[in-house]
């Protein structure tokens, strides 16, 4: 069983949208009982908030099932836990190498990096475009998928 943490900044727009539409997609291909995602935050700004609105939002659009969660915070610890941490963001990546202190095992990379065109997923916390980060999101996880199958 591979298991994926998808990391933001804060925990509610766009690493628990990976976790949600990554684990959906998963499921839909019978793939359950090969990996499974968590998320979590670099910053303890938003520890114990649900997702956002926007981001229910957008997953109700498309069908993608969520339940009501808490943020949480990335921890040193978490990096023997799990087997790949997906950033959203170069910033993330940043974050994430001075939490865990190294990468020795290369676990450590960015979603639209799997994917042909690369970059940063888009940030509806400050654009509000939902739908933006929609489509990195579910690009990114379609490239995720395959890479780990």
Not at 108 to 122: E, I, M, N, Q, S
Request: charged content about 25%; glycine content about 8%; hydrophobic content about 35%.
């Amino acid at each position: 069983m591979k298991k994926i943490m998808f990391v933001c900044h804060g925990n509610i727009c766009r690493s628990p949208m990976a976790e949600f539409v990554f684990n959906h997609m998963v499921k839909n291909r019978g793939l359950s009982n090969l990996m499974i995602a968590k998320s979590s935050a670099t910053s303890t700004e938003e520890i114990g908030s649900d997702t956002h609105r926007g981001t229910r939002a957008i997953l109700d659009k498309y069908s993608v099932p969520y339940s009501p969660r808490e943020a949480v915070q990335l921890t040193r610890a978490d990096y023997g836990k799990y087997d790949l941490f997906v950033g959203m963001d170069s910033a993330n990546i940043r974050n994430m190498h001075r939490i865990f202190g190294s990468d020795p095992e290369g676990k450590v990379v960015k979603l639209l990096d799997l994917t042909d065109r690369g970059g940063d997923v888009a940030d509806p916390w400050y654009t509000g475009n939902f739908e933006a980060t929609y489509r990195d999101v579910t690009d990114g996880c379609e490239a995720l998928i395959k890479k780990l199958i």
